[in-house]
Nanobody, 122 residues
Framework: QVQLVESGGGLVQAGGSLRLSCAAS????????MGWFRQAPGKEREYVAR????????NYADSVKGRFTISRDNTKNTLALQMNSLHPDDTGVYYC???????????????WGQGTQVTVSS
């Protein structure tokens, strides 16, 4: 089992940048695909990005491709999401997730953090 805690959210102006972090505790961080999801007010939680167990493969939603970068450090049990050129549409609660077979759908992840709020003002 793994516990996940996100940090780094906040308020930023459009065009700005934020870096989110996710700290994992428990056993076997490198056994999990890690993903980022987000949920805007009144909307369903949606996929943002994922990274393979050893970081050699990444995948992004079309809406963030070229602006966001996902990375992980298995020696420190941490996951990061660098977000550049932020839009107001990027506003939402951002969640990190861990899954043995993580893909782009929520059901493929077994563990979730509590989320961190990102607000992008226009």
């Amino acid at each position: 089992q793994v516990q996940l805690v996100e940090s780094g959210g906040g308020l930023v102006q459009a065009g700005g940048s934020l870096r989110l972090s996710c700290a994992a505790s428990g056993r076997g961080f490198s056994a999990y695909v890690m993903g980022w999801f987000r949920q805007a007010p009144g909307k369903e939680r949606e996929y943002v990005a994922r990274i393979s167990k050893f970081g050699d493969y990444t995948n992004y939603a079309d809406s963030v491709k070229g602006r966001f970068t996902i990375s992980r450090d298995n020696t420190k049990n941490t996951l990061a999401l660098q977000m550049n050129s932020l839009h107001p549409d990027d506003t939402g609660v951002y969640y990190c997730a861990a899954g043995t077979f993580g893909a782009s759908t929520l059901r493929t992840y077994d563990y979730w953090g509590q989320g961190t709020q990102v607000t992008v003002s226009s």
